[in-house]
């Protein structure tokens, strides 16, 4: 073993300003809290840094355990629909998430939404390892910065991503019926780049009940549960 590594550990462990690694910055000029989103502007009193980081991560959490994006991150072969039921009819990922060779998504899923179909030329599901459903914002958490599964990502492609990625815009962007995700992509981008540059933390693995949030909220138990009351998911 190389007597080299235990220092190349620490460095890695203390840091270092001129590595040549772009740190995030932090966000100069916040936008307003929108359609239940909040501002990184509302948790800049958090005095402790880890504390606004995990408070930033658990704001972000509200627009990852949506429906709208967590229906394309299954963690079976089937996406899901509306709250979260299984896909009608029944659909797989296939080889590379663009469905089975018979019935590939591109023959439902168009260029743009059609009727209740949604559309975007690149409509496909997230690959297994990206899996979100029925996990813990702490695992949400701990896999989307760990390039072994979030498809070879560093922090800063990962940023982009979540700021400018198409299917990640169709989160605020679905057909009439569904509802939209918290806030917008602007203001969830924002949450990111705030996270990432007050060190990434993640909240705590719950104790007890596997399926529910890190902590409870103030304001709802489950984003499933909050929403259940919102008219918004229609039945036809
Ligand atoms: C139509 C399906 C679809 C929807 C809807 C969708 N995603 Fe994804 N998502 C994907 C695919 C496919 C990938 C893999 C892309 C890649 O690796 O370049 C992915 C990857 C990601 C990643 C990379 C890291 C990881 O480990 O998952 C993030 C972050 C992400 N999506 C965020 C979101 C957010 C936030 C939403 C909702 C606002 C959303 N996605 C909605 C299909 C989707
Ligand atoms: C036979 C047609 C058909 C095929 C093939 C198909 N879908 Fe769908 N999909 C639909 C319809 C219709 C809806 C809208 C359901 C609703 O909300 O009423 C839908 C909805 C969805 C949703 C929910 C979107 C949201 O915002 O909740 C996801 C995710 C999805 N499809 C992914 C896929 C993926 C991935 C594939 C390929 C593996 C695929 N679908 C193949 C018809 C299809």
Known sequence: MSRWLPCALLMLAIGCDDCGEDEPEPVADPLPGTAGLRSVADFADIADEEARS??????????????RCVNCHPIGERPLQRAGEPHQPHVVRGEDGHGAPGLPCASCHGESHFRTVPGNPEWHLAPAEMAWEGKSLAAICGQIQDPERNGGKDMEALLEHMESDALVAYGWDPPEHLEPAPGSQALFGQLARQWAATGAHCPPEPTGDVEGPAEASEDEVSPEAGEASAPTEKAE
């Open 54 to 67: 995990v408070a930033l991560f658990e704001e972000m959490g509200k627009v990852l355990t949506h429906p």
